[in-house]
C-alpha cells in the first residue's frame, strides 16, 4: 500500500438512523418531515410517495395508498423521534422502523449529530 491509500476504517457502532413512517396524505408527510425537523429531533427528509401499501388490518387484508417519510436522526435522539411521530401522527398504530447506518459521509453523519443536538 503506497503512502496516499489508507485502510478502510472499521465500522463503529451506529450512531446515526434512518427512521421510516407513513401517511395517507402528501400534505400529512409534508407535516411530519418539517415538524420532526423544526423540533430538531431529525436532521432531514425525504417523502417517497404515493406508495402502495398491503397490509392486514383488523383482521382484513387491505391496500392503500401512502407517502413515506425517511427521517435521519441519531441513535440518542431516537426516542425523542419516536414519542414525536407517536404524538403528532393521526394514525392509531403509526409504522416507526428505525435501521442503523453502519457506514456513510464522516462529514453528513456529524452533520445529522449536530443539527439533532
Request: glycine share 6%; with cysteine; hydrophobic share 40%.
Amino acid at each position: 500500500m503506497s503512502a496516499e491509500q489508507t485502510e478502510p476504517s472499521e465500522p463503529t457502532e451506529p450512531s446515526v438512523l434512518t427512521v421510516l413512517t407513513t401517511t395517507d396524505a402528501a400534505e400529512k408527510a409534508s407535516g411530519l418531515a418539517r415538524g420532526a425537523i423544526r423540533d430538531r429531533v431529525a436532521a432531514c427528509a425525504q417523502i417517497v410517495g404515493p406508495v402502495t401499501s398491503v397490509y392486514r388490518w383488523e383482521g382484513e387484508v387491505e391496500t392503500a395508498q401512502e407517502w413515506q417519510v425517511l427521517l435521519k436522526t441519531t441513535v440518542a435522539r431516537y426516542a425523542d423521534l419516536e414519542s414525536w411521530l407517536t404524538s403528532h401522527h393521526d394514525y392509531d398504530t403509526p409504522e416507526i422502523i428505525a435501521t442503523p447506518v453502519v457506514r456513510g459521509s464522516g462529514a453528513y453523519l456529524d452533520w445529522v449529530r449536530a443539527e439533532t443536538s
